[in-house]
């Protein structure tokens, strides 16, 4: 968080080995692609090769490429750097940083260089880049499709070109015409952009200049959102720096991805991130812990099970065989049987 990537082995699930660390200062998001690792340096892009995930190198970045830093639903500009200050006496007492750590922790990203067996060709809930390498979770402010790589800021939509992996190509900025702008999910042609008010679908058909077809608004809350089929999943949460009293899960029909509709909205009790994998959806709820909803029928997801140790559960990545759920400071490894018997195979702690 702020300082860089852990690179953890899991081809053991029930031991995990934390093999190395980046030291990407200022990081806050990151996407994979191919063997690149993209992740942002305060205001720069910067990719890594990282073919051996144990030893990155560093190949290019892209200067400038972040201006507005966004932090806690605002954006300063962060281009100036601090090169003298004044030294007072005066002691300020502040909670903020288990504050900030609740409300935005780590992004976690699966990647499959060290297993012999190839990631499912679908890992539904969670992005993936199209080389099939790997998956990100609900929270992510980095999306790739179609050898794109997209970022969201508070208010717009960046598109690089990565068919170059390690030479990313800025190629322009989409005004996404609002200031509360969360998270990215790319699904088949569209992405799906949670802000603060609403949920926005945008057309990438031509990746380079993504078109605007519709916009679901909702209460005032933070909003991460995953796409499955006909059906886009949203949760509200209330409070904190998004504002608003709403705890719920919006279940949207997106047939017509122009008009999307409400199906329903399940009450929560303050969610954060979310993921699926065929019938299961994953939601993470606060001091609930995390839920298992059965989505057979994807318009009427039915709660099956409830994880309460895993509270303050942040984002949650759903593959086939497993599923990975971050929380402020550790990183879970769990499987599900088909009874919806959930069994915790290893338990990794993560520094700050």
Not at 93 to 112: A, M, P
Not at 174 to 180: E, I, K, M, P
Not at 300 to 321: K, T
Request: glycine share 6%.
């Amino acid at each position: 968080n702020d300082k860089g990537v852990h690179v953890i082995d899991y081809t053991n699930s029930n031991n995990p080995v934390n093999r190395s660390f980046i030291y990407i200062p200022g990081c806050r998001d990151i996407a994979i692609h191919q063997s690149t690792l993209y992740a942002d340096c305060y205001t720069d892009l910067v990719a890594m090769d990282i073919t051996n995930p144990v030893q990155a190198t560093l190949k290019s970045f892209v200067r400038g490429a972040f201006p507005h830093r966004v932090y806690h639903n605002a954006s300063f500009d962060t281009t100036n750097i601090i090169i003298d200050w004044v030294r007072v006496d005066t002691i300020v007492k502040s909670d903020i940083k288990n504050l900030i750590r609740n409300e935005f922790n780590y992004q976690v990203i699966f990647y499959n260089p060290w297993l012999s067996s190839s990631m499912p060709t679908v890992a539904t809930g969670s992005t993936r880049s199209n080389s099939g390498s790997a998956t990100a979770g609900s929270m992510a402010r980095f999306g790739l499709y179609n050898n794109r790589l997209y970022t969201v800021s508070n208010s717009d939509l960046k598109v690089f070109n990565v068919t170059q992996a390690t030479q990313p190509a800025f190629v322009r900025t989409v005004s996404l015409g609002a200031g509360d702008i969360e998270t990215i999910f790319p699904y088949r042609t569209q992405l799906f952009i949670g802000s603060a008010t609403g949920m926005h679908i945008y057309d990438a058909t031509n990746p380079d200049q993504p078109t605007r077809l519709s916009l679901f608004t909702h209460a005032r809350a933070c909003d991460p959102v995953i796409a499955d089929g006909d059906f886009a999943y949203v949760t509200l949460k209330g409070g904190g720096f998004c504002g608003g009293n709403s705890n719920q899960m919006d279940v949207i029909n997106i047939q017509d991805l122009t008009a999307p509709r409400l199906i329903q909205s399940i009450g929560l009790t303050g969610p954060s991130g979310l993921g699926k994998n065929g019938n299961q959806l994953w939601v993470c709820d606060a001091t609930s812990g995390v839920r298992i909803f059965d989505a057979a029928n994807p318009a009427n997801p039915i709660e099956r099970q409830v994880l309460p140790s895993l509270q303050q559960a942040y984002d949650v990545i759903v593959l086939a065989d497993r599923t990975f759920i971050s929380t402020n400071n550790n990183l879970y490894c769990c499987s599900i049987n088909n009874n919806w018997q959930v069994s915790v195979l290893s338990n990794l702690r993560i520094k700050p």
